[in-house]
């Protein structure tokens, strides 16, 4: 144990050094954004699947007393299946490190059915249902002070959004809200060190908790997406 | 002008005697079209006949009669209401212009626990007269917790009550052959299922979805006009309508099954007043209950239960687009 807490306290001191010198050099080399200005991001969005509940069709069993046992006539097995849509964000830099987004998305995913338990049929794989789906978001960007070259910097950010979903009939809205936590690096292209109409490339990786919207169970759901969108200041 | 159709809804211990003309609603046939069958003047007033029954007095039959009474009228989307009347002398059969509730000597009709018939305007649908009968051949029971052995009178009164009111019977409901050539209900999603549960059993006391999307449809209220929706469409085999497929609406999401039949040779079917939101589609022939107990013509039961292949969603306040289901022949 009293190794095992020394390796920590290296490891720690470690860590606080290499910080200490990325911040140093964040200033000198690291591209940033510029101050009180707009970025406008577009590029495409992976939405994992995820499940939205087991749903089992009871009837009331044959028996005795006020709570007979049930009969499962069939089991549904529901999920989003995997989709890749457009996003769009716009971004104000507050600060060279720090800027608030707002993003929108709109995609067709599709709700997938397995059936089960059915006496009188095979289980099977449904083809479900195509929606339409809207997110729209705000959340906080922060630069992160590591010197990964004079094109590379990594960010973390956070926030959250409006879900609205329409079934395949467009006849029945149902809404949400999304919660994202998540980073990622924008690589410049052009500009980064205060220079006008800096550009580049932005990968991301956020997990995200979905609350209601299309769920059978009410349940908050988590999935992740990844994003890869162009950049390009104004 | 008025005739007294011969329309007989029963409730059957095991199958074997006939229903004629009896789907999700009873109709009576007008210019070729089929009309609902409805009582156009509230409340609906019944007497008691003053007859016992084997093992239940009429007081008892008026006790658990009014118990199956309040439960219809206790749905609050649809608008209906039964008054008891009083007691009477008289049988629980004939035209005399009275709703009369009692027990009937019928040995001759060894499955059946119990029956309704009535008197319709065949140009109106307008119901003048039923009348509920209970078999003496059974035994009945009004015990609180049920009787081992004994059906409940409460259970099949509230059956009967549903078609007094112009209800057919439900197919959601899965049995099994007996021995004895008659069948035995293993899971019942309605109170209108044609075969009773095992005696002593009291779940059939409790109104289901399917029982409550029915009667809202016959007699809707505000809510149930403004705050259902509907699902439309069509069953084909190889191209052509299926008459008399059983299609059952269940929402993954509340997990409600409500169902109804294709009516036409075309194969349309409508499942009306159902709570907004999502449905998965299943299509089944007839084949748990005999298919006369539902229809007065013959239907197409060749053919596999098959699934929609997508969600249906029932719109408040609508319909959903018509969607066509192919089925495959067995």
């Known amino acids: 144990m009293i190794g095992f807490r020394g390796q920590v306290g290296a490891a720690g001191s470690v860590a606080g050094l290499l910080l200490v010198m990325a911040t140093a050099a964040f200033a000198q080399d690291s591209p940033a954004l510029r101050e009180h200005r707009v970025t406008i991001n577009a590029g495409a969005i992976v939405l994992g699947g995820y499940d939205i509940g087991s749903s089992s069709a009871k009837l009331r069993g044959n028996g005795t007393g006020s709570t007979p046992s049930s009969f499962t006539l069939l089991v549904a097995d529901s999920a989003f299946t995997r989709v890749t849509a457009p996003e769009l964000r716009v971004g104000v830099s507050l600060t060279k490190r720090v800027a608030i987004e707002f993003g929108a998305t709109f995609g067709h995913p599709r709700i997938g059915i397995g059936i089960s338990g059915d006496a009188e049929s095979a289980a099977q794989q449904l083809p479900g249902e195509t929606l339409e789906q809207y997110l729209f978001d705000g959340g906080v960007n922060w630069q992160v002070p590591l010197n990964l070259g004079r094109h590379l910097a990594p960010f973390v950010t956070a926030g959250a959004g409006y879900l609205r979903q329409l079934h395949e009939d467009r006849t029945l809205v149902e809404t949400g809200q999304n919660y994202y936590a998540g980073g990622g690096a924008r690589y410049w292209l052009r500009g980064g060190h205060g220079e006008a109409w800096p550009a580049g490339l932005r990968g991301e990786f956020r997990v995200n ?18 994003s890869v969108l162009f950049f390009i200041g104004v | 002008m008025m005739k007294l159709l011969a329309l007989t809804a029963a409730i059957l211990l095991t199958a074997g ?35 016992a029954g084997n093992g239940v007095t009429s007081t008892e039959l008026r006790g658990a009669v009014e118990r199956a009474a309040a439960t219809w009228s206790a749905v609050s989307s649809a608008t209906v209401r039964l008054s008891f009347q009083g007691m009477t002398s008289a049988p629980a059969e004939g035209t005399d212009g009275r709703n009369t509730i009692g027990f009937i000597d019928r040995p001759d ?16 649908g307008a119901i003048y007269e039923a009348d509920i009968f209970f078999n003496t ?42 021995g004895s050539g008659g069948r035995r209900v293993l899971g019942s999603g309605a109170v209108m299922f044609p075969i009773a549960l095992t005696a002593g059993a009291i779940a059939d006391r409790v109104l289901q979805a399917d029982d409550i999307a029915g009667i809202s449809d016959l007699y809707p209220g505000a809510a149930a006009i403004n705050e259902t929706g ?5 069953i084909t085999k190889n191209g052509q309508g299926v ?3 059983h299609i059952v609406a269940f929402s ?11 009516l036409t040779p075309q194969g349309d079917f409508v499942i009306a007043r159902l709570p907004p939101g999502p449905y998965i589609l299943r299509v089944e022939p007839v084949d748990d209950a005999e298919p006369d107990s539902f229809f007065a013509t013959p239907i197409d039961a060749d053919f596999r239960v098959t699934y929609a292949p997508r969600m249906v969603v029932a719109p408040k306040g609508g319909s959903s687009n018509a969607i066509e289901i192919r089925v495959l022949p067995k």
């Open chain 2, 243 to 245: 008459n008399g497929a």
């Open chain 2, 230 to 234: 509907g699902i439309v469409g069509r």
């Open chain 1, 209 to 226: 908790m979905r609350r209601r919207g299309i769920d059978f169970e009410d349940k908050m759901r988590a999935y992740p997406t990844v």
């Open chain 2, 252 to 262: 993954p999401e509340t997990g409600i099954l409500v169902g109804n039949f294709t």
């Open chain 2, 109 to 124: 009709l060894d499955r059946v626990l119990g029956a309704t018939s009535f008197m319709i305007d065949d140009q109106t």
């Open chain 2, 137 to 178: 051949s059974f035994a009945f029971s009004v015990a609180p917790d049920g009787q081992p052995g004994r059906v409940d009178l409460e259970s099949v009164a509230l059956h009967e009550l549903g078609h007094l009111l112009g209800l057919g019977h439900s197919a959601i409901g899965e049995t099994e052959r007996t």
């Open chain 2, 17 to 51: 005697s006939s229903s004629p003309a009896a789907y999700l609603k009873l109709g009576a046939t007008l210019d070729g079209h089929v009309i609902d069958a409805t009582w156009h003047q509230q409340p609906i007033g019944f007497f008691i006949s003053d007859r």
